[in-house]
């Protein structure tokens, strides 16, 4: 019976070698990819580019959607934070506990990762790596075939598993040695190196601690509009999200029905999504944003209110607010 592991998949090109790397050897691979919180709730991972990246290298996949759980271990991770709201530390432990509790439900014999020594300063020096090996709970089963004649054999490679020697040892942040085995085992298809996770955005990262300080009850939902739109805190209990272009509008009403208000323009301007409680003085206000960064031809140009989807009537612009009063809202 060939060895089983399942493989920590990124879309990366790390993650699709290490695959390689291992079905080379005729260990039958199976991988896991993460689908990150910023996602919209009907964002389909399967037919993502990184999907077709694995299906051409014959790696199947699973998708796990991050929820409310990782979003707790956001709000209050053991390892801290980064320069921002990433956790990157607790947040790798986290992948490689569901990865492995992946590998214990289906029989499978560790977990890969597509990891280099050296390759990012938080999560990928050798003491951290071997701390997030035991924090994990896979101490000996966790196996980073790009890197792995730098670290001491794994249970699977003293098992004769794997076999270690033809495996790499490749380190440091630059991509050449990777570059050139990608080239030796015919990928040509791959997506480039990330520009960086989205906990790590000064912006977004005060958008997260706003969100997990001022809304217990907060939904995924909620996780995705923070990419989106301009945000502003009006009060402890009233935030809005003002859409910058078509593209953010059209999410934006696509999930207003959780909205306590959504202002919806009849001319050329930005959605606005209300959540907190709301008068008729903030409805107003609410209005005069739209009018800030729209074009209404007067201040009589209205907006469609829908609360919770339902629609209440129409609303005039008003005076376009200033951007004095705006700026001070600003998360």
């Known amino acids: ?24 050897q005729g260990v039958e691979v199976e991988g896991i990819m993460f689908v990150l919180p910023f996602a919209a709730p009907d964002y389909r991972p399967e037919e993502s580019p990184q999907a077709a990246y694995a299906r051409d290298n014959g790696i199947p996949l699973r998708f796990f959607r991050l929820g409310r759980e990782y979003m707790e271990m956001v709000r209050n991770p053991p390892h801290g934070y980064g320069k921002r709201s990433n956790p990157c530390i607790d947040c790798k432990i986290y992948f490689i ?40 709970g896979l101490k000996g089963r966790l196996l980073r075939p790009l890197s792995a004649r730098l670290l001491p054999p794994t249970i699977p490679e003293r098992e004769g598993l794997v076999d270690r020697e033809r495996l790499m040892g490749i380190s440091g942040r630059g991509r050449f040695a ?10 040509v298809e791959y997506a480039s190196p990330a520009g960086g996770c989205l906990f790590t955005d000064v912006q977004i990262a005060r958008r997260v601690r706003d969100l997990l300080e001022r809304v217990p009850d907060f939904d995924m939902t909620d996780v995705y509009l ?85 629609r209440q009537g129409e609303v005039p612009a008003g005076v376009p607010a200033e951007d004095g009063a705006i700026r001070g809202l600003m998360i």
Request: with cysteine; net charge neutral; hydrophobic share 40%.
């Open 97 to 136: 506990r569901k990865a492995g509790e992946l590998m214990e439900s289906e029989g499978a014999d560790f977990v890969a990762t597509g990891e280099v020594v050296g390759q990012r300063p938080m999560s990928q020096t050798k003491h951290m790596m071997r701390h997030i090996e035991t924090q994990s």
């Open 226 to 310: 923070l990419s989106l739109g301009r945000h502003l805190r009006v009060r402890e209990d009233l935030k809005l999200i003002v859409g910058r272009n078509e593209t953010e509008n059209a999410e934006l009403e696509k999930y207003g029905s959780g909205a306590d208000a959504l202002l919806v323009p009849l001319f050329k301007g930005p959605v606005v999504f209300a959540c907190g409680g709301l008068g008729d003085d903030d409805i107003r206000f609410i209005a005069s944003v739209a009018a800030r960064y729209g074009r209404p031809s007067g201040s009589g140009d209205p907006l469609t209110l829908f609360r919770r989807g339902v």
């Open 178 to 187: 990777q570059m050139d085995l990608a080239r030796r085992m015919g990928i």
């Open 1 to 24: 019976m060939a060895p089983r592991g399942i493989l920590l998949y990124s879309g990366g090109l790390d993650s699709l070698l290490a695959g390689r790397l291992l079905m080379e």
